[in-house]
């Protein structure tokens, strides 16, 4: 069965650091990668996917993610955080071509940027 | 831009009581699933549906869960006795095409006394 894992629970950062998160996952086939954000409050957004293509993905707000496949990993960048990027970010991951695509999350990571 | 949708937003029920979770997905989607996040824990699948039927059903997703799409636009979650341990936020999440980004709705908080 799929898994996912996130390193980092909890990350502090200050404005204008630079973030990355960890997520590895454990499947051996064709998957799909996502991550989704959940500001305080709000519903679970996407932030950005990688299905196949460019291993570098930007999404939204600055974000990007790089899929390393001999790493099993899809860690989530950005250069330089806001404090309206506090909020919970989740990895996740479909595998296979067909079928449904459930999602399988890790356990998420609560960032705190201070302004 | 169309949004799912999720009421209630909070439900508080006493165990062994029914509770239906109600979802309102995006109108051209044609692929709905339920998810729970018991607090502090990950968010885990419970159960995908497709063309008026369960695709696939998660270990958690037992006797006492169904789900239903009583008419064009709604869908819900129906728990028939609930447990403490059903004490969760419950997501819907819906997708034009099975191999496609699933949008989540905002979630419905479930506390049972």
């Known amino acids: 069965a799929q898994s996912v894992s996130q390193h980092n629970h909890h990350v502090i950062l200050s404005e204008a650091a630079s973030l990355e998160l960890g997520c590895n996952y454990s499947?051996?086939?064709?998957?799909?990668l996502f991550w989704y954000v959940q500001y305080p409050g709000q519903h679970l957004q996407l932030l950005l996917k990688?299905?196949?293509?460019?291993?570098l993905v930007k999404g939204i707000k600055g974000f990007e993610a790089e899929f390393i496949k001999s790493k099993f990993s899809f860690n989530l960048r950005k250069p330089s955080v806001q404090w309206s990027d506090t909020a919970e970010y989740f990895c996740?991951?479909?595998?296979?071509?067909?079928?449904?695509?459930?999602?399988?999350f890790g356990t998420g990571t609560r960032l705190l940027v201070s302004p | 831009e169309p949004e799912v949708t999720q009421t209630p937003s909070h439900q508080v029920t006493q165990m062994g009581q029914e509770v239906i979770l109600r979802c309102v997905p995006i109108?051209?989607?044609?692929?709905f699933y339920w998810y729970r996040q018991i607090l502090g824990q990950k968010v885990e699948f419970l159960v995908s549906?497709?063309?008026?039927?369960?695709?696939?059903k998660s270990e958690i997703f037992d006797d006492q869960f169904s789900v239903e799409r009583p008419d064009g636009s709604n869908f819900t979650l129906k728990i028939r006795s609930t447990k403490l341990e059903d004490s969760a936020m419950y997501f819907c999440?819906?997708?034009?095409?099975?191999?496609?980004?699933?949008?989540f709705g905002p979630g419905t908080r479930l506390t049972v006394l």
């Open positions: 109108s051209n989607h044609l692929y």
């Open positions: 499947y051996g086939g064709t998957v799909n």
């Open positions: 990688y299905f196949s293509g460019d291993p």
């Open positions: 996740a991951v479909t595998a296979g071509r067909t079928g449904f695509q459930k999602l399988v």
């Open positions: 999440a819906s997708t034009l095409a099975e191999s496609d980004t699933q949008y």
């Open positions: 549906f497709y063309n008026n039927e369960i695709s696939e």
